[in-house]
């Protein structure tokens, strides 16, 4: 009688030790998996039409958290100090020169050909009265719009983006 409890006994211990070891595991790819998405990947979503057609309203995007190199073109996840969240594209950088004239936008004196601009760009939404054109992207700062720019807010109305506010640079990006 207790040879059979002995055994009963170690299977049962078994099944436990085999239960613990598979509930560590997966306590720790939830632990690496939350420590990837707030180091290394950050979630976000698109919220309105300000980057139609490039990201469509209620999309749920990826960024790149590590790195802040950001260049022209490059679509970013930005938080504002006032807690507001934005998905634009990045048309200036520090030292460029922003103007907008007859509803399109200058860089350098030059007009961006912009393919990814949804039709009927809409650049001559009313801008904020304090931004003055041409304007001087600040050291440290981008210049941000959304490729709808009719539905956009972005740079026109609150300026330049610090390098802080930019949360990161989006994944899969057009």
């Known amino acids: 009688m207790t040879h059979t409890r002995k055994r009963v006994n170690r299977k049962f ?3 436990k030790y085999e239960w613990l070891h598979l509930a560590r595991n997966v306590v720790i790819v ?5 420590l990837v998405l707030n180091i290394v990947i950050g979630l976000s979503r698109v919220d309105g039409q300000s980057m139609v057609p490039t990201l469509n309203n209620k999309q749920v995007v990826l960024y790149w958290r ?8 490059d679509v970013v996840a930005i938080k504002m100090p006032s807690g507001d969240k934005y998905v634009k594209r990045i048309i200036g950088v520090q030292g460029d020169v922003i103007d907008i004239k007859d509803g399109f936008v200058y860089l350098n004196g030059k007009k961006l050909n912009e393919s990814f ?3 009927g760009d ?8 304090r931004i003055k054109y041409p304007h001087k992207v600040e050291a440290g700062s981008y210049w941000v719009m959304g490729d709808n720019r009719y ?5 026109r109305q609150f300026g330049s983006v610090i390098k802080d506010d ?5 994944l899969f990006q057009k």
Do not use: A, F, M
């Not at 939830?30 to 939350?34: A, E, F, G, N, P």
């Not at 930019?166 to 989006?170: E, M, P, S, V």
């Open 13 to 15: 211990d078994r099944y």
């Open 30 to 34: 939830i632990i690496v998996t939350l």
């Open 166 to 170: 930019i949360k990161g640079k989006l």
């Open 151 to 155: 539905e956009s807010v972005d740079s």
């Open 122 to 129: 809409g650049s001559t939404k009313p801008e904020n009265k």
């Open 66 to 73: 590590l790195g802040n190199n950001y260049t022209r073109g």
């Open 117 to 119: 601009v949804k039709d």
